[in-house]
């Protein structure tokens, strides 16, 4: 099923150029329904409070980390269907290997372009 | 029985002389070792304006970004309002001229998203700067241990004044304080007669 515009998308970085720019591609890429979060606690916070159609989230934050953060959706009943890309700069096989055991829908290494993310959400959303 | 004693003391004397000797060189070792890890907190502070520094750098460059991207969806809606206009009085030539314009400066919307992606950069920066920060008060932390443990002592601040990572983080030190603003620059300009 193609992707709803109107989904709201929650983008998940600590860092505010990051949110910054994923929030600008996901504009051009006809997105417009964003929020954000700093870390995966929050992420969760809000997740929990309103309804979402897609994450997007970085890996290393504080608090709570992106991979603990997308444990966290798996493992809730009303979350565990939720789409999650994670877009980070770790970028080891090991890493890439833990977001699959923990259930990533897809995986994007920093630096990334609007194409990769555009290629990953069509695969996400077939 | 006398034998052995004398061989035993002999032993323990050249043991307290080389404790003795080691002693000392940790000493001479030891205020440069106490400067050098008081240092370190600067050093790491600095590391730390450039994270700033870079935000700031990339958050201004988004901006500018955001806003040439703004105009141009206005601007590609007016143009597009008018090739609509043009069709609907049979402008042809002059509709498809516009819409080839139209076509030409789509071309540079996915040039904006591709420097908004580029300034990614300052993400891998920015925490390739909080790693090297860690190291270094991790290391800050054991030149302290050293310290305490062989109670060496830092013989005033002379040592803080030597050599070159001393010297450097002067400067830093200095260009904060006495970075001079254009103004001032163009001042001092006009003084010596530039105009």
């Known amino acids: 099923m193609p992707a709803d515009p109107n989904m709201k998308i929650l983008v998940v970085d600590d860092m505010s150029t990051m949110r910054r720019i994923v929030k600008n591609i996901m504009k051009q890429l006809g997105f417009a329904n964003i929020e954000e979060a700093e870390n995966g606690q929050d992420a969760l916070t809000k997740l929990h409070a309103e309804s979402y159609g897609f994450v997007i989230s970085d890996w290393n934050m504080p608090v709570m980390t992106g991979i603990d953060m997308l444990r966290a959706i798996r493992a809730d009943d009303k979350l565990k269907a939720l789409p999650v890309l994670m877009v980070t700069a770790e970028a080891q096989k090991e890493n890439l290997i833990e977001a699959i055991q923990a259930g990533v829908s897809n995986y994007i290494v920093k630096p990334f372009t609007a194409e990769v993310l555009q290629e990953k959400m069509n695969k996400i959303f077939k | ?195």
């Open chain 2, 1 to 195: 029985m006398l034998n052995g004693k004398v061989k035993l003391y002999d032993e323990l004397g050249e043991l307290a002389r080389y404790l003795e000797s080691a002693m000392r060189k940790m000493a001479e070792v030891g205020a440069p070792m106490a400067a050098d890890s008081a240092q370190l907190p600067q050093a790491a502070a600095h590391l730390l304006d450039l994270n700033k520094m870079t935000e700031e750098g990339t958050l201004e460059v988004m901006r500018l970004t955001e806003i040439i991207q703004d105009n141009r969806a206005r601007a590609a809606k007016d143009l597009a309002e008018i090739i609509s206009i043009l069709e609907a009085v049979d402008c042809q030539t002059l509709s498809g001229r516009l819409g080839k314009t139209v076509n030409e400066l789509a071309q540079d919307d996915k040039h904006l998203m591709d420097i908004m992606t580029a300034l990614s950069f300052q993400d891998l920066v920015a925490q390739r700067v909080k790693k090297l920060v860690a190291i270094v008060e991790d290391v800050q932390c054991k030149l302290v241990e050293l310290v305490v443990v062989f109670g060496l002592k830092q013989d005033g601040t002379a040592h803080e004044t030597q050599g070159k990572a001393g010297e450097m983080l002067r400067q830093l030190e200095a260009s904060k304080s006495t970075a001079i603003k254009q103004d001032l620059a163009d001042e001092l300009l006009s003084e010596f007669g530039f105009k």
